[in-house]
């Protein structure tokens, strides 16, 4: 963190007090171009970071009601439909954001309501949105980059954990236009559902046991077939996702997720063809590594490291693309600070150097 | 356990010393039907039982490296290939077997150099041997009783774990000839693993962290092919479910599986049909139960219980079928004193009456 | 569970929702004895169990708002407090109380404003009362089981989990008078914290991370020192072990509760007197086995055994006494049904056979 | 690290392949001011470093048999008995050593017979070694720099994981002459074990359990009484630690220490008193801080902070004071760190900035 009175970006935090608020203060605090002016929490004002998050206590920040001052970019991480009323008012004082929640993920307004049972109360700026994966949309980031730096803040919609996970071990199927049938079994350490008090999130509920839920309805399977989609109809070809198979499950663990997508390829493809399209998407991203042998997800613990594998199969004639992240970190605050780092012209990797924790 | 010297089934167990030959203990010494006569494991001859599993010292049972005495039933619990090799002077010797691992539950003798890098010595006996699913194969393992009542000793090959809680979750569309397009994508506990001393199975590297692995080359997928195939045979059906995708993965805890069948059904399906099918399929079985909502591994954990829930989809046109046991009753020790019951003319459910453990 | 309509003690569970509620269940239903006819549980009138604890939705038993129809004893998992003001009703009605919780396991009234923070209502019935933990107070439950049999219902206060552990691993010193310095550090899994929504047990607050808690103020302390005090006074000792110092911890598991006990013994004792006098305390014992190498908490998961181990230093002139249970079963609900046998005269082991379940 | 060619500390670890051997790496490559020239692992020669440890790969570095070209200082993660018999041939190459192991920890040479069952083969540098815990040796560490500037190398006996978290939980009651009889109790993650295959350290024998170990016996305690002799001894007090009741525990997490300290102390110590010469050891350490709540491990994971709790007790006159620490960090390869950058004349804190990671 750039110390106060110098230079840096302003950067506040709408929303510190859950595990994605924790995770953007650990790493904006050690990002080298970013102030750090402002947390704001739910009823906690005046609460020094450490009462809420006391890993965080040696940082001596404090919590406020409201942003006091002047921010250059606000990361909002706040329930969904919450982000989008109050995003207008950033913009319209000039500031980017970076919403870690759902609510500028989608293009479609009719999406919302249909998976989020919310009407979106501001569908005009859903165009103006970027899909904050800098993987697949680094072009757009750059280029909101630009714009923001001529007067016009960015709107960053930051992907979901799941999306996250899955859109990197199947976008280069995808671009290819293999992916017509695709099914996503994805498995998640629960910190993905967050910090409130629920029976069923009681340790003695999820330790030794894994369940699936949402079956058939999970929200994250929008994100998933817009880009899918995208990504297919990019290489002309028709057919996307739109239909994905997707399905999450609880796993005694609090970090971490993995999605196995099952794919049966709309043409035979071979493993050379495949090793060729993954080192083609991948060798030159900072964050996501191709790798030959089924990746753990304690492999990129804490950091905001991507690892896919992916493997073609003749007897049965399907490929399995398998992708692991750190939930918290490429698939939610590490991201949203790589979007950032985009949008504001600075390093890709900086504040995001850190390397994988393991054991 | 019956107490020495009344009646009662006589029962060896070989292979008593890992977590599957624990099990058994802990289920026949509790069964009341059963006399435990013998114990044999490597290079433990008059070890007390406490002193491999510690939880069972007040058995106050002894080791012998063999089987001394007379037994009417070996529970075999070995490597693959070993028990091939025994088995059939166990046969000459009037003894029925249930033999836990792999090496009697194929019927074509090909698939055992083919999944598992071995030419089976005794080819002759698979087709006399029964797959001791009794929820699918209860009518043979009943005529196996009836045959060793008069004399011809049976032989069971009792289930692989994935194997149970995929069949168990799939068998009634299978019937149905539904199951054309099948994916496997499984999630295990490590006990499964066994007891060997192995590096990437230390709790250090196997807590806070999930990995999948055998990548469309899991053994178990023989199993569930077979069995598939010849459920949908039975319909009439063409399709089966060869070229199965099976990905099964390692999870941080210690027992349960849990088993999500992803199926593109061969007809649209709706769930009342789906309802109708598996009430009929599993509402006289005294251990599967059909649950309406996605059932946790921790529901069934220390039972024989199975748990299946299956659900259509009208916008995908798909169907999800989840199975969930215990690995190491349903998946394995319970499941072959089930069988046993059914072959020595018990009451099915004898010695497996207990209750799931939760929290 | 005897059948409905035959002989056999008919039991009501009072709080039947909990972790222990749901524990009493599954013993009881197990139990030869026993008709469970009646299980109540706030706002839950008409509920299948199986909504409360899905692991036994098998015993298609239904929740009541109040016990209905005759009982001869009611098991008691409510919060303190709150069975003070029930009991003597029950009392009145001829029932048998098995208490879980600590209203009636004190026996001075003034210990419940000093560690409960409330006045004891019924203090005249702390008497009466016995200190429900078979090892120590056998005989006052046999003889509450003789006057029950002659029209006076007992009251049993089942002790808490912690002392139950300590109590165990200290009983033979503490009765030969060596216990005057005593520290207790206990390890616990989290179920003991019970089952309402809080977000410090959370798994992601829980896994990985360990913590001490109720530093010199936890309410367990009160049995403990009432019980030492009581054992040490019996062999004519002087200083029992007012002043103890218990530090409880939580561990990243679900059950179990290991006690370490660090005494500085009133005068030197050597291995040979402590095997001498545990060799005495336990040789009898059907549930607590002595043990030579420092026993694990899984080694008597979901039973109702204890494991107690001690071991003296020439170098230190210390002893450490180490004792492990289910904090579920030995610890609560298994501990409340053996005292119950005792009462009610039937087999103290009754209902209680069950092995551990391990890994 | 430092970009090969230019300048900064050229140092070498010795024993990479392992846990510590994996954090030195971690944490080694983000230094500022080091370049890490060389890895070596026995039989290892040419493997790249995520062949070992996956989470490290995107580091490039290759594993050596020998240490080549020159090195300033090395790092030795090995086992007990084999860091002396290196030691003095890298002294005299004038190689700096920071030896993670015990072989130069303990001042007196009969006490590696005694607790370690090795006689030392170099006693004549146990008077030069440094014991390198910072806070309580940093004058040392600082002359052994200064040193060392002149062309005599340190040699610096990394503390152990257990002594680390004791030590600053007891060390301003030590150098207060208060510690008569002490009582540590400590619970400790399975990585402190090590990466060796063992049957007893597998995922489903450590999962769900506790169990204590080395009772009497473990060979840490020989670090603890040292130091707390020696601060003892400061404060001109007699008593020290010797007879030390030290008593470890394997609970089911990976990472993290706590020590729980009980103290009979040697006259009455008010709360006042305590958080005065607590405030006194602690205000100005980069490292430790005194907190008003017990820790948990998990608020350190990850990280080179320790937390320390004290509280005194009026009933009992007893005092608790408790020590949390990552093992892997703190308590290993990041204390490491941090005396080398002493010894190096660096800030103390270089390499060593990260925050804990949670949840």
Known sequence: MVVSGSAGVRVGIVGATGYVGGELIRLLTAHP???????????????????VHPHLSGTGLVLESELSGDVDAVFLALPHGTAAERVP????????????GPDFRLREAADYPRWYAFEHPHPELLGRAVYGLPELHRAELLAAGTARATGTPALVGSPGCYPTATLLALAPLARAGLTADVVVDAKSGVSGAGREAKAEMLFAEVNESVRAYGVFSHRHTAEMEQELDRLSASAGGAAGARG????PHLIPMTRGILASCHVRPTRPVSQAELDALYAEAYDEEPFVTVVDAPPS??????????????RSDARTGRVIAIGVIDNLVKGAAGQGVQAFNLVFGLP?????????LAP
Chains 1, 2, 3, 4 share one sequence.
């Open 297 to 310: 997800t304690g492999h990129v613990l804490g950091s905001n490291h991507a690892r896919v594998f992916v």
């Open 33 to 51: 171009a970013v102030r750090l002016v402002g947390l704001t929490g739910r009823d906690r004002h005046g609460d020094p970071v450490g009462s």
């Open 244 to 247: 994905l198979d997707f399905l």
């Open 89 to 100: 008012e950033l913009l319209d004082r000039g500031i980017t954001v970076i919403d870690q």
């Open 348 to 356: 890709e990797t900086a504040g995001l150097e850190a390397l994988p």
